[in-house]
């Protein structure tokens, strides 16, 4: 059975970090890429950022470019997004998702195969 599980949100103020995870089991990653979505209260989810898991490539959307990071610990089967300089735009449910992507699909939500189930993320004073 396959099954992502994010771990790490929580509150953090204003300018603040905070570092996301997404665990992967019963599935062989080679040849994926992992993608990062958040979703705020009523607003479609979007994408925040995305990997290969093979070569490491990264992706980012232009609202996270510079202050976000993501990475791959393949000893792990975990996927990473370092979440720097946080906004109050930031805050939203961030999902963990995969599928066997071509580039062009990084930014199409119905592509990804497999989703975790969720980790909220508030930014607030």
């Known amino acids: 059975q396959v099954q992502l599980v994010e771990a790490g949100g929580g509150l953090v103020q204003p300018g603040g970090a905070l570092t996301l995870s997404c665990a992967a089991t019963?599935?062989?990653?080679?040849?994926?890429?992992l993608g990062w979505w958040r979703q705020a209260p009523g607003m479609d989810r979007e994408f925040v950022a995305a990997?290969?898991?093979?070569?490491?490539?990264?992706y980012y959307s232009d609202s996270v470019k510079g202050r976000f990071t993501t990475f791959r610990d393949k000893a792990k089967n975990t996927m990473y997004l370092q979440m720097n300089s946080l906004k109050s735009e930031d805050t939203a449910v961030y999902y963990c998702?995969?599928?066997?992507?071509?580039?062009?699909?990084?930014?199409?939500?119905?592509?990804?195969?497999?989703w975790g189930q969720g980790t909220q993320v508030t930014v607030s004073s």
């Open positions: 019963g599935l062989n990653l080679s040849g994926y890429r």
């Open positions: 998702a995969t599928g066997r992507l071509i580039l062009s699909s990084l930014r199409n939500e119905a592509q990804y195969t497999y």
């Open positions: 990997i290969g898991w093979n070569d490491g490539r990264t």
